[in-house]
């Protein structure tokens, strides 16, 4: 065999495919398709000897048996709830997953920008800067075993991020990756989503899931992870925002333009938010007039948290999206495929 046809499935915009398309090896003829319809997947599964579908999308029974040549279903991500794994078991079609390293990176980042507003990281920062005399106990004293000064700033407002309630608005693969950190700290996780996740999913994840208004009046913490549409351009708005508990942390990860940044600004200075972060902006690379940004060159105190769109950077990922065809090509080499899940 010189090569195989792959259909790729992929939900993301045309620049994110063409970064795919562009890692595709020699030997693999790829075809792509973004959220193609039931009938259009069924059409074009007969003639692929792969297919590999990235974030979600039902892969059934019938879908399955149409594929007379399939020799690899490969789901680029760690959720496979969507994907009949009893079928492909009873024909023979191996079934994979392999983790993003790059939406790892995120999860991660999320906790960082959570932790750091938390503690309240950026203002205290600054209390660095401030002469040692002016604080209770100065001057400063070199420090021993038994001479030092714990919070000498007397701060009364470093949050915990154990047992928190945790909201996340819009649960992919970030979101998967982003729970599975949060259980670990003991924090209750909430989730919305377009669709559902089946009752299974929800108590493997330990998460619970909530309609988008109740989950932002029933979280101390939102983590908003909405991809961009129509329907959601600022979504989170000043009415939504309004929901919220008073106090609460916003954590913007997902689309820029879903969040708008002015009310959020509002929401701030008026104290019904106590912290933010973001990591991806409305208008990118970000503009000098960005309101969070001249939030905080008037408020060098604020509680907020900007970083320029790094979240998935990471030092372990280059060339991950050839690795994404990694067991195409050893089925072509006719060795057996990694990552196995059924």
């Not at 690795?323 to 495929?337: C, D, T, W």
């Amino acid at each position: 065999m010189s090569h195989l046809d792959v259909l790729y499935l992929c939900p993301l915009g045309q620049q994110h495919q063409q970064w795919r398309l562009n890692a595709a090896p020699a030997g693999l003829n790829v075809v792509m398709r973004r959220n193609p319809s039931r009938a259009e997947v069924l059409q074009l599964i007969p003639q692929v000897d792969v297919l590999i579908s990235e974030r979600s999308g039902v892969i059934d029974r019938e879908i399955i048996a149409a594929g007379a040549r399939l020799k690899l279903i490969q789901r680029i991500g760690s959720l496979v709830h969507d994907i009949d794994l009893q079928a492909a078991r009873d024909m023979g079609v191996p079934v994979a997953a392999r983790p993003i390293v790059g939406t790892i990176a995120v999860a991660e980042h999320i906790m960082m920008q959570m932790l750091a507003v938390l503690r309240r990281i950026m203002p205290e920062q600054l209390i660095l800067h401030q002469a040692p005399e002016q604080f209770i106990g100065g001057p400063a004293r070199r420090t021993t075993e038994d001479v030092f000064f714990f919070n000498w700033s007397r701060q009364t407002q470093v949050g915990l991020l154990y047992g928190k309630t945790v909201g996340i608005l819009g649960f992919g693969e970030i979101g998967a990756e982003l729970a599975r950190r949060l259980v670990g700290w003991q924090c209750r996780v909430l989730y919305t989503k377009r669709a559902r996740l089946p009752s299974h999913i929800e108590q493997s994840f330990n998460i619970i899931y909530r309609e988008p208004e109740a989950l932002l009046r029933e979280s101390d913490m939102v983590v908003c992870l909405l991809p961009y549409f129509p329907e959601t351009d600022h979504w989170l708005n000043a009415a939504r925002i309004a929901l919220m508990k008073r106090g609460a942390v916003l954590v913007e990860a997902g689309s820029g333009s879903v969040v708008d940044e002015q009310a959020v600004v509002a929401a701030l200075e008026a104290g019904h938010l106590s912290g933010a972060a973001f990591d991806t902006y409305e208008w990118e690379p970000i503009k000098p007039d960005n309101p969070l940004l001249q939030l905080i060159e008037r408020t060098p105190s604020a509680n907020v948290l900007l970083t320029p769109h790094i979240g998935s950077c990471n030092d372990v990922s280059a060339g991950e999206f050839a690795g994404f065809y990694e067991n195409a090509l050893r089925v072509l080499r006719h060795e057996p495929p990694l990552g196995i899940v059924n």
